[in-house]
């Protein structure tokens, strides 16, 4: 079971898009997540993923330079962009209901450069008053250590080259593609490991 392989932690993969570096005075624009599981086998595969678009909280400041790099257009009426408690809403009750049916404890989130993510995900949170974030405050697992450790990359792209795992940079910088390309690298570093040897739950009990 996926509840005994990381201490009772669901992982799930996170990505966001943004106006900018800072979570506390920047637009959260899009936001997505990949839900995983894990076979009989012990090997994790994606089971689900969803994904918002965000409409800028009021008084949120949007850099330039960020709208440019990720090419998306807060205010274009085809986004059907949400506010954040209903982006988060509709995030959050998928994940929620992944814990609940893993028998997990509560989630983790997984990002590529997870500090980044999580701090959007909290500040969000926190603006829009959402009582029930399924995330861990703080604790998280970052891919770009991961990939760094596995294949000597930190950049996603690179990972998923060396990693033999498909890559379009025409499509990256959607949320939804960048939370499925690091939802496939980090099943297949976990995996890979496993395979090896690495772990096993008759070595590493579940402990609380």
Same mark, same amino acid.
């Given at each position: 079971?996926?509840?005994?392989?990381?201490?009772?932690?669901?992982?799930? =993969?996170?990505?966001?898009?943004?106006?900018? $570096?800072?979570?506390?005075?920047?637009?959260?624009?899009? =936001?997505?997540?990949?839900?995983?599981?894990?076979?009989? !086998?012990? *090997?994790?595969?994606?089971?689900?993923?969803?994904?918002?678009?965000?409409?800028?909280?009021?008084?949120?400041?949007?850099?330039?330079?960020?709208?440019?790099?990720?090419?998306?257009?807060?205010?274009?009426?085809?986004?059907?962009?949400?506010?954040?408690?209903?982006? *988060?809403?509709?995030? @959050?009750?998928?994940?929620?209901?992944?814990?609940?049916?893993?028998?997990?404890?509560?989630?983790?989130?997984?990002?590529? !450069?997870?500090? @980044?993510? =999580?701090?959007?995900?909290?500040?969000?949170?926190?603006?829009?008053?959402?009582?029930?974030?399924? @995330?861990?405050? @703080?604790?998280?697992?970052?891919?770009?250590? *991961?990939?760094?450790?596995?294949?000597?990359?930190?950049?996603?792209?690179?990972?998923?080259?060396?990693?033999? =795992?498909?890559?379009?940079?025409?499509?990256?910088?959607?949320?939804?593609?960048?939370?499925?390309?690091?939802?496939?690298?980090?099943?297949?570093?976990?995996?890979?490991?496993?395979?090896?040897?690495?772990?096993?739950?008759?070595?590493?009990? $579940?402990?609380?």
């Amino acid at each position: 079971m996926i509840s005994e392989r990381f201490r009772g932690y669901l992982p799930i =993969i996170v990505d966001v898009e943004t106006a900018g $570096f800072n979570s506390a005075t920047d637009a959260l624009l899009e =936001i997505a997540a990949v839900i995983i599981d894990m076979d009989d !086998n012990g *090997l994790l595969y994606v089971r689900d993923s969803v994904q918002a678009n965000v409409h800028p909280f009021e008084g949120a400041n949007l850099e330039p330079a960020a709208l440019e790099f990720t090419g998306i257009d807060p205010f274009d009426p085809e986004r059907e962009a949400m506010h954040e408690r209903d982006a *988060l809403d509709k995030i @959050f009750k998928p994940i929620r209901k992944a814990v609940k049916s893993t028998s997990c404890k509560r989630a983790i989130l997984v990002g590529h !450069n997870a500090a @980044f993510d =999580i701090g959007f995900v909290n500040a969000a949170a926190t603006r829009s008053q959402h009582k029930r974030n399924p @995330f861990h405050p @703080f604790s998280t697992f970052d891919t770009a250590t *991961l990939a760094g450790l596995a294949y000597g990359q930190t950049v996603l792209a690179k990972a998923c080259l060396a990693a033999e =795992i498909a890559f379009s940079n025409s499509e990256a910088h959607s949320a939804l593609y960048d939370a499925e390309k690091t939802a496939e690298l980090f099943c297949h570093i976990v995996n890979r490991w496993n395979e090896l040897g690495g772990w096993q739950v008759e070595k590493f009990p $579940f402990a609380d």
